[in-house]
């Protein structure tokens, strides 16, 4: 079990809240697909309009990455991962009555990194009975599909469960543990466990001021949030890049319409600014200058106009972007 844990555990470590595209699947069942049904697989892509490709791999799993490319399909990944399951699953059926599952579960066919609720897809044994609507019924779920039986990170049995506290996903203790020592988040959700406080220089301030006259793109009928963070110069800490050096100091603007959802983002921001999340200091994206403070990874529209691709608005999932982007940090409301 020890390869397998390592490895997911790395790749949930890298992909941090995106996880929501992550198939991981055993290499058995996407080494048939690939090899006895290109044509099925090749129908999937066209129809969903999402490409597939090998993210990383064990001796016995494929991660499988979903991407689609801009302007995003309505629901996003959802559509694809669904009808991506059910392929793999048809599948698993298939090299089943070939080669029996032995009584570890090896031809698990998948476990999909799901939102809080959902569960694994797996399957051993007969087939679910479809419903009404032809897909299969809650009441024809195998035991590696119920999130009690299996573990999600290393697809075995679950071994001295482990069920965390606020998402109540279940794992086997020592998964979980090794887990939580590489990020303090639910592999399944990403829900944080802990505070995340960064290397933000800690002398900013977050200033807010609000403007009913400036209208932005697509929020015509509000106002706008000017958000102001201000960072005199400074010397670098022990938890920057170069201890010791010099950092020039920097002003950035960002707006959010003046909205329900607006001020809940600006709430998030607050919490994230606190936590010293908002920046660092680093090497800068645009100028390639070094040891300056630079934006990390919580993405602000810095212009009023020009769409995404000038940072501005008009974006109508921005808003939800952003709250994925602070929630996979661990800033969330409760």
Known sequence: MGSPVSFVLSRMAACGGATKNKV???????????????????RLKEETKVSIMVDGETSDIYVLQLCVPPPWPPGGLCPAR????????????????????????????????LEPGAAA?????????????????????????????????CLGEIQKMKT???????????????????????????????TLVGNQPPNGRMLVTRDAGLLLPGYESFGTIIIQYVFPPGVQGEEHPNPGV????????????????????????????????TFTVGTSMTTGRANVITWNDIHHKTSCTG???????????????VQEELRAKGITED
């Open 246 to 277: 010099r950092y020039p100091g920097t002003t950035r603007v960002a707006y959010l319409p003046d909205c329900p959802e607006g001020n809940k983002v600006l709430g998030l921001f607050r919490k994230a600014f606190t936590q010293r999340l």
């Open 82 to 113: 669904k009808a991506l399951k059910a392929l793999l699953k048809e599948t698993e059926k298939e090299l089943k009555k070939k080669s029996p599952p032995n009584r570890h579960g090896e031809l698990v066919g998948c476990v999909t990194v």
């Open 24 to 42: 991981t699947v055993s290499k058995r069942v996407w080494d048939f697909l690939t090899k006895e049904s290109p044509a099925k697989l090749a």
């Open 307 to 321: 769409g995404p691709q000038l940072f501005g608005y008009p974006d109508p999932t921005y808003l939800a972007r």
């Open 121 to 153: 897809l797996g399957g051993r044994g007969p087939s679910a009975a479809p419903s009404s609507s032809g897909a299969p019924s809650a009441a024809g779920c195998s035991r590696e599909e119920e999130p009690e039986r299996q573990c999600p990170i």
């Open 164 to 194: 965390l506290e606020k998402c109540r996903h279940s794992f086997c203790e020592a998964c979980i543990t090794r887990a939580l020592q590489v990020k303090t988040a639910c592999p399944m959700c990403g829900r944080f466990y802990g």
